[in-house]
Structure formats: structure tokens, C-alpha cells
């Protein structure tokens, strides 16, 4: 892209909600990386769940050792995710940003304190979901952001079966064949989801900045 192009894009304004704003450069950058941390996290989520998926039938220690290291780039990019992503209620953005933080403190303990590789730890005790799912509650938190934000069928459908298949393999509600169907189309819906955040317009990933102005308005005018 030219400069003058650039320019001509970064100098168009916009009517939101509560007046006029523009999209500059640096919106336009946050979005990429959001974009970008989305597919890596899909892309190491599936790899992992594939991975588990089929070691159903036959552990293999070093690739168990694998999903581990694969879930801590999920989470990594998970978190760049959540720094960048437009959300109007801060209160909603933090919430959803201590819950990976708790996940991911979650998880580097049972590292570090579990002899077994992290996957067979959790799947052979499922109350250790009760800290490290709040890593899976944070990124249930972003599909049901996009499902609300763009009606997106595949989010509303993984906003609803993440908790569904954490909670049903907690309470032991679940046969494996279910779990391992869930946990399949989880897979699949979350590929399609990051495929279509990169072939997506940027500019309604922005959002209307006019709110987010006015509500940090009114945050400063209460603070005062």
C-alpha cells in the first residue's frame, strides 16, 4: 500500500453513536495482531487437539510432552488476543483478561507439581479444569464477543459447546465418544472462525471509537 493511500484511508471519518471518529494507522495494526494471535491459537489448539485426539488409542510420552508446549503458545497467543481486541465494556475486557491470567498460573503450577504430561493430568482429573478452564472460559468469553458483535453461527454454536464439554467431562456426564466428537467440532468451528477473521473488513473489528470516547467520558467526569 502507497503512502498517499494510506493517508487517504487513515483520513476517512466515520459517524459512530456519540460523533465522528476516524481509523488510524495504529487501529488498523491492532486488529492485524488480533487477527494474527487468533489464528496462531487456532492453529495451536487444533494441532494439540489432533494430536490428543489421536493419541486416544496409544500414548506416546514425547508427543504428550508436545501438546504441553502447544498449549503454552495457545495460551501466549491467546493473551496477545485479549490485549488487543476492541471491547466497549472494559469491565467485560478485564474480566476476560484475568481469567487467562488465572488459567495460565493455573496451568504452570500443575506443570510444575504433576510428574504426568499436562494433557493426561487434566483428562485423568477433571477437577483440575477448575483452574486452568478459566483459560477456556476467557476465549469462550471472545466468541461470545464476535457472536454478539457479528452473528456468527459458529461462535454462537462454540460459545455454548466449550463450557458444555468442559463441564460435562468435570461432572462425568459425557461418554469418550461424545467428548471426542465435541471436541472435533470445536476443532473445526474454531479453524473456520480464525479463516474468517482474516478474510473480514478491518474497520468493523474497530468497532465505533465515538463510544469508547464517550465512555471513558464518562468514566474521567465520574472519577472527577
Not at 458483535?149 to 464439554?165: A, D, G, Q, Y
Request: charge should be positive; hydrophobic fraction near 55%; charged fraction near 15%.
Amino acid at each position: 500500500m502507497n503512502a498517499s493511500k494510506q493517508n487517504n484511508m487513515e483520513s476517512q471519518v466515520y459517524q459512530g453513536q456519540f460523533g465522528e471518529f476516524t481509523i488510524t494507522g495504529s487501529d488498523r495494526r491492532d486488529v492485524v495482531i488480533y487477527r494474527a494471535a487468533l489464528a496462531v491459537a487456532a492453529l495451536c489448539f487444533s494441532s494439540g487437539g489432533l494430536l490428543f485426539l489421536w493419541q486416544a488409542d496409544g500414548v506416546d510420552v514425547n508427543v504428550l510432552h508436545l501438546l504441553t508446549w502447544l498449549y503454552g503458545l495457545f495460551c501466549i497467543a491467546l493473551g496477545v488476543a485479549l490485549a488487543k481486541i476492541h471491547i466497549y465494556l472494559a469491565a467485560l475486557h478485564k474480566a476476560l483478561q484475568a481469567f487467562w491470567l488465572i488459567g495460565c498460573i493455573s496451568s504452570i503450577a500443575l506443570v510444575f507439581t504433576n510428574r504426568e504430561p499436562l494433557a493426561i493430568a487434566v483428562y485423568q482429573n477433571p477437577t483440575m479444569l477448575l483452574g486452568i478452564g478459566f483459560t477456556f472460559a476467557a476465549l469462550t468469553g471472545i466468541y461470545f464477543k464476535e457472536a454478539f458483535c457479528f452473528n456468527r453461527s459458529e461462535t454462537k454454536i462454540l460459545t455454548v459447546l466449550v463450557p458444555f464439554l468442559l463441564l460435562g467431562h468435570m461432572s462425568g456426564m459425557l461418554s469418550v465418544t461424545w467428548e471426542r466428537i465435541l471436541l472435533a467440532t470445536w476443532i473445526a468451528l474454531f479453524l473456520v472462525f480464525a479463516f474468517r477473521k482474516v478474510i473480514q473488513a478491518i474497520p468493523p473489528d474497530i468497532g465505533d471509537k465515538s463510544v469508547f470516547a464517550y465512555l471513558k467520558e464518562q468514566k474521567n467526569s465520574v472519577a472527577t
